[in-house]
């Protein structure tokens, strides 16, 4: 166990709906990300906050957006929603903003239909 | 831009046997870290190990190695006597070094399969 918890596990929604994946952070983590495995894209980076601020954005849709709160929580909501969302959505924490071992939670599973 | 190439996408053992999973990295800079995570069929992306640049010693932990040349761009992981457990999908990532921001760049992964 990573430490990091993602809810929900599975998700299942239709086209067009918004959804909300939330990650609670390792106690004492500071750093949340997030990535999405697909099959088609493998791993990619999405997006990092730090203490709640927004420090690195990577191939994230602009339907997608994503927030970090004081309890340093973290969630990505997903908007307009296609059948190429599907993914596996990853969370990750980290002590610091960088130069460290990240730990990743155990992963939402989205499926659009 | 930064990329980890991991060219075998599927890899079959049998039990017992010693296996390299292979990892090629590309980077103009000089200072980064490298990684390897185990993804087993339940999904959860697991830490293995982080190397820095720097360091460029081998790296032996239990029944896992690892060997780090810079001078070929490589991060190899070897298991030694491998388990039905080692069956998973693995990972190689790249970070680079410096500043507030990070971002891990994976490769496409390495399915190892062990047979009984």
């Known amino acids: 166990d990573s430490g990091v918890t993602q809810t929900p596990k599975h998700l299942i929604t239709a086209t067009g709906q918004r959804v909300t994946l939330r990650c609670s952070p390792r106690?004492?983590?500071?750093?949340v990300y997030w990535y999405q495995q697909s099959l088609d894209q493998g791993l990619q980076f999405l997006i990092q906050?730090?203490?709640?601020?927004?420090?690195a954005k990577g191939n994230i849709l602009e339907r997608f957006s994503a927030q970090q709160f004081p309890d340093l929580h973290s969630e990505l909501n997903l908007s307009s929603l296609e059948l190429g969302d599907s993914a596996l959505y990853f969370c990750?924490?980290?002590?610091?903003?960088?130069?460290?071992?990240?730990?990743f939670g155990q992963g939402t599973r989205l499926t659009v239909v | 831009a930064q990329k980890v190439t991991q060219a075998q996408t599927e890899i079959s053992v049998v039990e017992k046997e010693d296996v390299t999973l292979d990892c090629v990295y590309e980077?103009?800079?000089?200072?980064?870290?490298l990684f390897w995570y185990k993804q087993p069929p339940s999904g959860e992306l697991v830490f293995l190990i982080r190397?820095?640049?720097?360091?460029?010693q081998n790296e032996i932990s239990g029944r896992y190695s690892w060997n780090f040349q810079k001078s070929t761009s490589s991060f190899n992981f070897t298991i030694t006597a491998s388990q039905v457990v080692d069956s998973a999908v693995y990972f190689c990532?790249?970070?680079?070094?410096?500043?507030?921001?990070?971002?891990?760049?994976f490769g496409s992964g390495t399915q190892l399969t062990v047979l009984p």
């Open positions: 990532a790249l970070e680079l070094v410096g500043g507030s921001a990070r971002q891990l760049t």
């Open positions: 906050y730090y203490n709640g601020e927004e420090r």
């Open positions: 190397r820095n640049s720097f360091d460029e």
């Open positions: 990750a924490s980290s002590v610091r903003a960088g130069n460290t071992e990240a730990f």
């Open positions: 980077t103009r800079d000089t200072t980064y870290y």
């Open positions: 106690s004492g983590d500071l750093s």
